[in-house]
């Protein structure tokens, strides 16, 4: 595992200031939940997914957010701008604190929507920004990735692209039977702690023709060029215009690096991982993880006593029927 260097706000002013959140995908994986509700908009506890991630970007000094949706997407839309009469109402009671939460997701940054129109792939979806992030390098975020909110993984992207130019891909290892479900990366060292020179990428390889156990997960820091490759690009794994094709292309040239990461990190677009981040990020929380975390570990204990879970209902008494 290569180590990961001590995070540094020293270094030059980075000129990237743009982001991009594809967030046009159908959700099929939470129907029917998702069938008139966005899965991005699916809540981490009292938060939909897609704010953390914004919120993500807003620390790292990103303040131009694009969106990338798609038909039926409205709801993000409304989330990222002001609700004047729900506002005016919570003002009238003096509920600062919910007309705070309120108002945060339109306080974070400038939040702009275009629709990617057609599911032709996440390289097509980064190609849409392309009028908007015209010709200086960009990051993309995925709303399925959470990064734990303490988290600089960005900021440590931003950082090395601005030192070394060209493409920034987040690298995570993981086991080796799960290096199907990821683009892979094949790697050389570059002389810095956590920071690898990408060779080559490969889309979810199977594990004995995997380059490596680096996994490419749901951050990117790209140069502009990425966009004359990805017109030229065609549609590859599923009928899609794969990033990871393109990006492999740039790394043939030498100018895509990587930065390892190996703190915590969500996934959201996974039914079982799902329910394993609202419980994580629900512990982690100060006004609801001591109690929570009480009351869950009852519930596990009921689990155990009885082997089937009936026990457990009555755990901590708020579930009792």
């Not at 002013?13 to 908009?41: H, I, Q």
């Not at 140069?223 to 990871?244: C, K, N, S």
Request: proline share 7%; aromatic share 4%.
């Amino acid at each position: 595992m290569i180590a990961s260097p001590t995070p540094t706000t020293t270094g030059p002013a980075r000129a990237v200031r743009k982001a991009v959140v594809p967030a046009a995908g159908l959700g099929t994986r939470f129907l029917p939940a998702t069938k008139a509700t966005p899965k991005e908009m699916l809540p981490v506890v009292d938060k939909p997914a897609i704010q953390y991630v914004v919120e993500e970007a807003a620390a790292a000094g990103l303040d131009d957010v694009l969106m990338i949706t798609g038909r039926h997407k409205r709801a993000i839309e409304d989330h990222f701008d002001n609700a004047l009469e729900l506002e005016q109402t919570l003002a009238a009671k003096g509920d600062t604190v919910r007309l705070d939460a309120v108002r945060d997701p339109a306080r974070l940054a400038a939040v702009h929507h275009i629709r990617q129109g057609e599911p032709l792939g996440l390289g097509h979806a980064v190609l849409c920004a392309r009028r908007h992030v015209g010709d200086q390098p960009f990051a993309v975020l995925l709303g399925d990735d959470l990064i734990g909110p303490r988290e600089t993984l960005l900021s440590r992207m931003l950082d090395v692209q601005g030192r070394h130019g060209g493409s920034v891909v987040a690298l995570m290892e993981v086991p080796e039977d799960q290096i199907h479900l990821y683009g892979c990366a094949a790697v050389a060292p570059s002389g810095e702690d956590g920071v690898v020179r990408v060779t080559g990428l490969v889309e979810k390889p199977a594990p004995e023709r995997a380059p490596s156990r680096y996994a490419v997960i749901g951050r990117y820091v790209l140069d502009p060029a990425v966009f004359g490759v990805l017109e030229r690009t065609p549609p590859g794994r599923g009928g899609e215009i794969q990033l990871t094709d393109a990006l492999q292309e740039l790394a043939a040239d030498g100018t895509v690096h990587g930065v390892v990461f190996d703190g915590p990190r969500y996934d959201t677009g996974d039914k079982g991982e799902y329910l394993r981040t609202v419980v994580r990020l629900a512990c982690e929380r100060p006004d609801l993880g001591p109690a929570f975390t009480s009351w869950l570990k009852e519930f596990v204990a009921g689990l155990e006593d009885t082997g089937d879970g009936t026990g457990a209902r009555d755990a901590g008494g708020s579930l009792a029927a």
